[in-house]
């Protein structure tokens, strides 16, 4: 496996929800993201943060409000989603800011919104 | 602003035979990093292969290597002696050396091994 672990793994939750994504990364890297996946679609590039600030915010909605306690852990809390929210959200991790630098994923969350 | 297309939602290819998958992409720099990644069911995303535009020899890595034509900005992969393992979805990705994190995405070609 890749050293980035993702829970859970499936997720069914109601519009007036609150629940959170975790990830965590073994890797020691200093730099993670959350990304959101659709089928047939572009991967799409919510947030990231370098050394816990976050330096990415692709204008996602703030029903979306990621946390990042330390550089191992991130989390992506959600509350009053929409239908059009349910995708697999993905996780990944780096070390650096590199152009060339590989990017380690995590399995992702399928989540569904009701 | 760049931009990835992949034109093959899915391809399929006879396990041992050779198939290549179909990138361009649309940028005005000329320095970046092109990349492929693979998606296989229920597992992690991981890195198949990268190329930096200022190389002219094109990349490899074992079965796998691509066909970087920078003037067509074309970025194909090339899989020989298909394995089943090797079915999965492949995503072409693009990141300028300014870029500051951002990856940009194709949508992805589902490469099926037939048996």
């Known amino acids: 496996e890749t050293g980035v672990t993702q829970t859970p793994r499936h997720l069914v939750m109601g519009m007036t929800n609150k629940k959170s994504l975790k990830c965590e990364q073994h890797l020691g890297h200093n730099a993670m993201y959350w990304y959101k996946q659709s089928a047939k679609k572009p991967l799409e590039l919510m947030f990231v943060?370098?050394?816990?600030?976050?330096?990415e915010n692709n204008s996602v909605p703030s029903r979306f409000s990621p946390e990042c306690p330390n550089s191992s852990h991130l989390f992506l809390h959600l509350h009053t989603l929409q239908p059009e929210d349910s995708a697999l959200y993905l996780c990944a991790s780096s070390q650096g800011e590199a152009a060339y630098t590989e990017a380690f994923f995590g399995q992702g969350t399928r989540l569904t919104v009701v | 602003a760049q931009t990835v297309t992949q034109s093959q939602p899915e391809m399929s290819v006879q396990e041992a035979e050779t198939v290549t998958l179909s990138c361009t992409y649309d940028?005005?720099?000329?320095?970046?990093?092109l990349f492929w990644y693979k998606q296989p069911p229920s597992r992690q995303m991981i890195l198949v292969i990268r190329q930096e535009a200022y190389k002219q020899q094109n990349a490899t890595e074992n079965r796998f290597s691509v066909n970087f034509q920078k003037a067509a900005k074309s970025f194909s992969l090339k899989i020989s002696d298909s394995q089943l393992g090797d079915a999965a979805m492949y995503f072409c990705?693009?990141?300028?050396?300014?870029?500051?994190?951002?990856?940009?995405w194709g949508a992805g070609t589902k490469l099926i091994i037939k048996p």
């Open positions: 990705a693009y990141r300028s050396t300014d870029s500051n994190y951002q990856l940009i």
């Open positions: 943060y370098s050394l816990e600030e976050r330096v």
């Open positions: 940028t005005s720099e000329s320095d970046y990093y």
